[in-house]
């Protein structure tokens, strides 16, 4: 079994900064990808960024130049930076991870998700 657990969420002006983390742990064999998607009231959730396991990170073109992702991959952690947030910004953050749980069984996981809300 696999949790993924966030943190950092919360309330914040526009143009603040927020950072948020997550750590996955349980039965993990490697982890070959992890990311963030948010979910804004009455609308799909959409991807925010990703960072393949040894690869470059993907962001989408909503949050380029204002978040950063970072992993570290001895921890099982993923941050996520977010920085000039905007209202457009506010949603719940969840955090995804492709894992392998043996060598050859893999499977797609999520987080609970946290709240962020940008006020103006």
């Known amino acids: 079994q696999v949790q993924l657990v966030e943190s950092g969420g919360g309330l914040v002006q526009v143009g603040g900064s927020l950072r948020l983390s997550c750590a996955a742990s349980?039965?993990?064999?490697?982890?070959?990808?992890m990311g963030w998607y948010r979910q804004a009231p009455g609308k799909q959730r959409e991807l925010v960024a990703t960072?393949?396991?040894?690869?470059?990170?993907n962001y989408s073109d909503s949050v380029k130049g204002r978040f950063t992702i970072s992993g570290d991959n001895a921890k099982n952690t993923v941050l996520l930076q977010m920085n000039s947030l905007k209202p457009e910004d506010t949603g719940v953050y969840y955090c995804?991870?492709?894992?392998?749980?043996?060598?050859?069984?893999?499977?797609?996981?999520w987080g609970q998700g946290t709240q962020v809300t940008v006020s103006s």
């Open positions: 960072m393949p396991s040894g690869g470059s990170a």
């Open positions: 349980g039965s993990i064999f490697r982890i070959y990808s």
């Open positions: 995804n991870a492709g894992i392998y749980t043996r060598p050859i069984v893999a499977g797609v996981y």
